[in-house]
């Protein structure tokens, strides 16, 4: 078990960011990791990070982590079906993990193309494509406004990004019975976080959650 509690792992995921922005702008290479050998008979990592194939957002390094530190699954949109969702009970349930962040990013391409979709319907979209906008869809319909409501098309973006990632956070709990008694019963966070790929920080966008 990794014996760090929510707060204890929000706190370092946090710390860690911070880090991070310290380097920006240095040619600082990646860290190295002696401890490689101790980690080949068990892993003990203190969140679980559900975040955006992005390849511009990679968790280890927008946290300064180290080998062993974050239990990652990565999908376009940050969605979590089922084959995610058991990734995640694996890390909550047999790694003791007490912390799930959930981690969107600006401009998601996964998001943009969801809006895009909804405005002009389209069957070009291949089954597997189609199965990610159809997670996304129902969180990021209702962001455009309506009259005087209507929004430009970036800050639609913006908002169904935002949109996007609190409904996978909230989901994750309504979707899977391990994840729901872990919260109930043994101090389990899930939290939602946005990391901005125009400053590299990240924020906490429901830290009570």
Aim: hydrophobic share 45%.
């Amino acid at each position: 078990m990794s014996g760090s509690t929510a707060e204890v792992s929000l706190d370092r995921l946090v710390e860690g960011n911070a880090r991070f922005l310290e380097r920006l702008g240095r040619e600082a290479p990646l860290p190295d990791h002696p401890g490689r050998a101790a980690l080949v008979g068990e892993q003990t990592p203190f969140a679980v990070v559900l975040g955006c194939a992005d390849s511009r957002v990679p968790p280890e390094v927008v946290f300064d982590a180290g080998l062993g530190d974050l239990f990652v699954v990565r999908v376009a949109g940050t969605i979590a079906t089922p084959t995610q969702l058991g990734s995640i009970e694996y890390a909550v349930d047999a790694l003791g993990c007490r912390l799930i962040l959930v981690l969107g990013h600006t401009r998601c391409g996964a998001v943009a193309a969801t809006l895009a979709h909804l405005a002009a319907p389209s069957d070009d979209l291949s089954p597997n494509l189609a199965a990610i906008v159809g997670e996304i869809a129902p969180a990021v319909g209702e962001t455009g406004g309506t009259g005087a409501g209507v929004v430009e098309p970036e800050e639609r973006l913006s908002r169904a990004v935002r949109a996007n990632t609190r409904a996978a956070a909230a989901r994750l709990p309504a979707a899977s019975g391990v994840i729901a008694r872990a919260i109930a019963e043994d101090g389990l966070r899930v939290v939602a976080a946005e990391y901005s790929l125009e400053t590299g920080a990240v924020t906490i966008l429901d830290p009570t959650a």
